[in-house]
């Protein structure tokens, strides 16, 4: 098969032409997450001709995947295929000249690092924020361009971030935000057709990059939702910037805190969890996230929920401590459940 034949298309496309389509041959990008976003972004990449592709999620293929993420099918449900093996395969059918590397594991400050350091781009393909904020440390340190993308019942957004050049996610968001206290698609639900739109503007962005057709000054943070027709465009100032702790200070929070700590209270049959960075809980979210998984009651200082044989008793800044084990790893999956990342 001749490659010329395979993106004539493309290279007849006057801001790309044969030049851009060199670039994309010798582009490295790594597609965080293989869910929706992931499925088509990664897709998208791979049959332009990006000539190396890494892409990294822990998960397995579910069949509440398959509405939207449009590289799986029954047969990956059916052989409890991980994600990135399964997407991997797909893609290197439909380009096997591409260097496709699929990685299954948990993107956390620990392991981070090792997977944008040597590449190009990174590509945000995530459903939650803290994630998110540890990506924009890391890409911030090791000065790597990334795209945020998120998607949410039918509406989503896109913002490219040119570290030190234009207002990177901390800027924008300031902190975390607690848990429980922004929608996710296990709450809100989510349709097809904005977490194809928002990949596709996605991967615009990130061909224009490589291509060189990108400006940081131009950069807009881009929302849409499908079903009201609202499109915004907002121009990013560089003024957060200057008080920034990421932009201006060189301060990576999210990425030299760990992600959860834990210490296992002697006698007690009890271990405290303490979140990486501290958040102001809301109780009242928290609660109705919880929903059936536990019996809940709060007041302005504290949350307890019971679910047998745990007991979880959650502080205002986001510690925890629980009740009923003294195995960290037990404790933590019991927080995580619970209280979330
Ligand atoms: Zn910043």
Redesign the pocket.
Known sequence: MKNDDRYSRQIRFTPIGAKGQLRIGGARVAVIGAGALGSVSAELLVRAGVGFLRIIDRDFVELSNLQRQSLYDEEDVRNNLPKAVAAAAKLRRINSTIHVESIVDDVNPDTVEDYIKDVDLVLDALDNFETRFVI?DAC?KHTRPWIYASAVGSYGLVMPIIPGKS??????IGSLPAPGSSPTCDTEGVIGPITHIIASIQVAEALKWITGNGEAKKLELITLDVWTHRFHRVALGTE??KT?????EGRFDYLDGSALRTVTLCGRNAVQVIPGVRSDMDFSQLSDSIGTSGIVQYNEFLLRCSSPPFELTVFKDGRAIVKGTEDPGVARSVYTKIVGT
Request: glycine fraction near 0%; proline fraction near 13%.
């Open positions: 924009n911030a207002p990177c996610l901390r800027c924008m957060a910037m920034c702790p990421v932009c201006a």
